[in-house]
């Protein structure tokens, strides 16, 4: 059984940083494109970043590029999120998901298996 989960999220001050981790069981990881996305009150949710099988590939929203940093480690089946000058409207939930496919994608549909997500809150 695939299990995605995320951890290291929270309540954080506007300018500041959070590390979300989001640990794979139950699949091949370094056969799949990770990436994050999320889901803010009210609204669609939205890709954030990808990651392609060895860490080459790398996508993000623009609305993140130059603050969110993402990252795996494929001996710890491992994807991370580094979030740097968090603002407000970073707020939502967060997801992890695996794409099965050979490269990056930035839609939902690609995506194999989700997280159950994780809360970030960015307070102004």
């Known amino acids: 059984q695939v299990q995605l989960v995320e951890s290291g999220g929270g309540l954080v001050q506007a300018g500041g940083s959070l590390r979300l981790s989001c640990a794979a069981s139950g699949l091949t990881f370094s056969s799949y494109v990770m990436g994050w996305f999320r889901q803010a009150p009210g609204k669609e949710r939205e890709f954030v970043a990808a990651?392609?099988?060895?860490?080459?590939?790398?996508y993000y929203v623009g609305s993140v590029k130059g603050r969110f940093t993402i990252s795996r480690d494929n001996a710890k089946n491992t994807v991370y999120l580094q979030m740097n000058s968090l603002k407000p409207e970073d707020t939502a939930v967060h997801y992890c998901?695996?794409?099965?496919?050979?490269?990056?994608?930035?839609?939902?549909?690609?995506?194999?298996?989700w997280g159950q997500g994780i809360q970030v809150t960015v307070s102004s």
């Open positions: 990651i392609g099988r060895s860490g080459g590939g790398l």
């Open positions: 998901a695996a794409d099965s496919t050979l490269s990056p994608s930035v839609k939902e549909g690609s995506y194999d298996y």
